[in-house]
């Protein structure tokens, strides 16, 4: 896919869903319309997929639009950093997805923590904000920031979830292959930078 091409459908996108969320003129609403169906059918034919499955992703939110927040939780235990293998790409990732409505950024690494490897942590410092897009992610129907959230194990047993399949600590010259759609190389190693270095200060795009 074509990443230029992606986000400047995805930037029409945004600007139709808020001009059908703010105009009240009946015939603008009409063409804003034809520009998101115009955005679909530009990632549809980008992806080389059915128009139908785009628009039940792409183009099913109202409101205006602004960027998801990925929150993944940084666990180690004995210089090794704690990962899970997804189910869906049987790849390795840091535990973690969507932040949820109604919980802070610190409550849901929490939570998907428990939920993904059975571990109970409690959080303990903001490492980094990243920008998807600033990094060699796959390209992404969404903007993206990603928060890597230094947690502490306080207890739990490993244990997959329902969207994992295995519970590991790797050291950093050990790891197994990544899910580079949740995070790169060049993130875990960052990763471990904060280990080596506590005093680290918080990086932001």
Not at 83 to 88: D, M, T
Not at 148 to 170: D, H, W
């Given at each position: 896919?074509?990443?230029?091409?992606?986000?400047?459908?995805?930037?029409?996108?945004?600007?139709?869903?808020?001009g059908l969320t703010y105009s009240r003129d009946v015939y603008d609403k009409e063409r804003f319309q034809a520009l998101r169906e115009i955005s679909a059918e530009m990632v549809s034919e980008l992806a080389g997929t059915p128009i139908e499955n785009i628009?039940?992703?792409?183009?099913?939110?109202?409101?205006?639009?602004t960027p998801k927040v990925d929150?993944?939780?940084?666990?180690?235990?004995?210089?090794?950093?704690?990962?899970?293998?997804e189910k869906h790409d049987h790849l390795w990732a840091l535990p973690g997805g969507w932040a949820d409505i109604g919980l802070t950024a610190s409550e849901t690494a929490v939570k998907?923590?428990?939920?993904?490897?059975?571990?109970?942590v409690s959080p303990s410092r903001l490492l980094a904000v990243l920008d998807k897009k600033c990094h060699p992610h796959p390209p992404s129907l969404f903007h993206v920031y990603k928060f890597f959230i230094l947690c502490e194990l306080e207890g739990g047993a490993a244990a997959p979830g329902l969207e994992t399949s295995e519970?590991?600590?790797?050291?950093?010259?050990?790891?197994?292959?990544?899910?580079?759609?949740?995070?790169?190389?060049?993130?875990?190693?960052?990763m471990f930078e904060y280990l080596r270095n506590p005093l680290k200060e918080t990086l932001c795009d």
């Amino acid at each position: 896919m074509s990443n230029k091409w992606l986000e400047w459908a995805k930037q029409i996108q945004s600007l139709s869903q808020a001009g059908l969320t703010y105009s009240r003129d009946v015939y603008d609403k009409e063409r804003f319309q034809a520009l998101r169906e115009i955005s679909a059918e530009m990632v549809s034919e980008l992806a080389g997929t059915p128009i139908e499955n785009i628009r039940e992703r792409f183009t099913n939110e109202t409101g205006y639009q602004t960027p998801k927040v990925d929150v993944r939780a940084v666990i180690f235990h004995e210089q090794k950093l704690l990962l899970v293998k997804e189910k869906h790409d049987h790849l390795w990732a840091l535990p973690g997805g969507w932040a949820d409505i109604g919980l802070t950024a610190s409550e849901t690494a929490v939570k998907e923590t428990r939920e993904e490897t059975g571990f109970v942590v409690s959080p303990s410092r903001l490492l980094a904000v990243l920008d998807k897009k600033c990094h060699p992610h796959p390209p992404s129907l969404f903007h993206v920031y990603k928060f890597f959230i230094l947690c502490e194990l306080e207890g739990g047993a490993a244990a997959p979830g329902l969207e994992t399949s295995e519970v590991r600590f790797f050291a950093e010259d050990n790891l197994p292959p990544l899910s580079i759609a949740r995070n790169t190389e060049g993130q875990i190693q960052l990763m471990f930078e904060y280990l080596r270095n506590p005093l680290k200060e918080t990086l932001c795009d």
